[in-house]
């Protein structure tokens, strides 16, 4: 399958080869969150929540009392892919995806300043059509932002970027998770083979990615900021 | 899951007395609802339902299959609940199961009607493509994503808004379906049926608190309550389904009392959420 069309160099959904898809972001959408974001790529849509800094509910669970325990789970909706499944809760790929979210935000967040405490970032999968894994850390970013929680930098994610049926014919899938004012990776996973010169070119086109949904997030946080500071005002 | 303080335990059941709630209602009043239609591009038909800070969707998905052999005539409907845990921390991993499990069945057993089908708020016989050979399956889920109280009602008006917006695309049966082969069956792109929905109920909860009784409770409210009893009511003021949940019993004529309060209360959330719909079809 082509997934670019050699005459006339459009893609399947009409898209340039290195086009992102539209992307919408909106803080706090589950009110009775700490912080809460809907972020969509393209057709892909989720909701994260965070609740916390907290104090941690099941200490079994606290490693060290010196940094904040972050917690994290994945959820799909049932109706989220294109025919209808009904999916147990706790399975492999979602435990897999739920750690990977983990891990990066855990990068990010300065967890040293909030000692014994806990923070769940929950990420529920509205619509599912290609690059959830990235959606779901830009949504986490949004919500911890949200929710006030100190973090090194925006950190956001771009898979070179392929909707759905493209991922189904089993094209190369890479997704990067990018610490943008840091300039470093925190996440990198790819699963297909490819050329190494091809591969520095297809993350080079997912870093491009990040910044510019950095730059997205930016502008987001700040109109929601000047929204805040015009209500306090009245 | 909610954390109050005697003073304002005291002052939620002190309210509710005075018929003054604390966020300004009065004990039958709703909360400003919102309704968006169309919310999940690849289901048939949803909406999403906002109730003060309860917020819900629900998706209608079609799916062709086959009747069962006790009802060759009609087709099958089934009701799906999931409670996200961005909603609560407390629905996270399994721990939402039970409570999912709950709102479900109260669900069908206002929609779906007895074993045989007979009763049910979708006429299942519109459903079948073929006799006894293809029928349509409907599924019917159920998504909370941020819980305020009230989820039932939110619920049941969210399938509500979300069959009426549900297209099921139009089927072209070959003529040799006359065989005992199976049938073979072309699924229309562009033409979509509409469904009946006049006769789907909406779920009326009144919440039992000390000795009055509320409608559309927030969270903090039924953590007081000591019984709450949803009545489905249907435009046509038919009672469809009753459940009553919480631990103390209740004097068989408060029942009967609490049932005529629903169906009158039911009449007005019906007119509101009807206008919304339309307003949320025509902004779509």
Known sequence: MEYVNPLTGFRVDGRRPNEMRQLKGEVGVVARADGSALFEMGNTRVIAAVYGPREVQNKGQQVNSKDALVRCEYRMADFSTGDRRRKPKGDRRSTEISLVIRQTMEASILTHLMPRSQIDIFVQVLQADGGTRAACINAATLALADAGIPMRDIVTSCSADLNYIEDSAGGPDVTVGFLTKMDKVTLLQMDAKLPMDTFETVMDLAIEGCKAIANYIREVLLENTRRLECQRDH | ?284
């Open chain 2, 1 to 284: 899951m909610v954390g109050l303080s005697e003073g304002e335990k005291h002052f939620i059941r002190g309210g509710i007395a005075q018929d003054l709630r604390t966020d300004g209602r009065r004990r039958l009043q709703f909360r400003a609802i919102s309704v968006e239609t169309g919310v999940i591009p690849q289901a048939n038909g949803s909406a999403r339902v906002r109730l003060g800070a309860t917020e819900v969707i629900a998706t209608v998905k079609a799916e062709l299959g086959k009747p069962s052999i006790l009802h060759p005539d009609k087709g099958k409907v089934s009701i799906f609940v999931d409670c996200s845990p961005t909603a609560a921390p407390m629905f996270e991993g399994r721990g939402s199961e039970e409570f999912s499990a709950e709102l479900c069945v109260a669900l069908q057993r206002c929609l779906l009607g007895g074993k045989s089908g007979a009763g049910a708020a979708i006429d299942l016989s519109s459903l079948i493509v073929v006799d006894g050979k293809v029928c349509w399956d409907l599924y019917i889920d159920g998504l909370v994503v941020s819980s305020d109280g009230n989820l039932l009602d939110a619920l049941a008006a969210a399938i509500k808004v979300a069959l009426s917006d549900t297209g099921i695309p139009k089927v072209n049966v070959s003529l040799s379906a006359t065989t005992d082969e199976e049938p073979e069956v072309n699924v229309s792109d562009e033409e979509f049926l509409q469904f009946d929905t006049s006769s789907v109920p909406v779920i009326v909860t009144l919440t039992k608190v000390g000795k009055h009784y509320i409608v559309d409770a927030t969270s903090e409210e039924e953590s007081q309550m000591s019984s709450a009893v949803s009545v489905s009511v249907n435009r046509h003021g038919q009672i469809r389904g009753l459940t009553k949940r919480g631990g103390a019993g209740l004097d068989p004529s408060v029942i009967f009392d609490m049932i005529s309060v629903a169906k009158h209360v039911s009449r007005q959330f019906i007119s509101v959420l009807d206008s919304e719909t339309l307003a949320a079809e025509a902004a779509e």
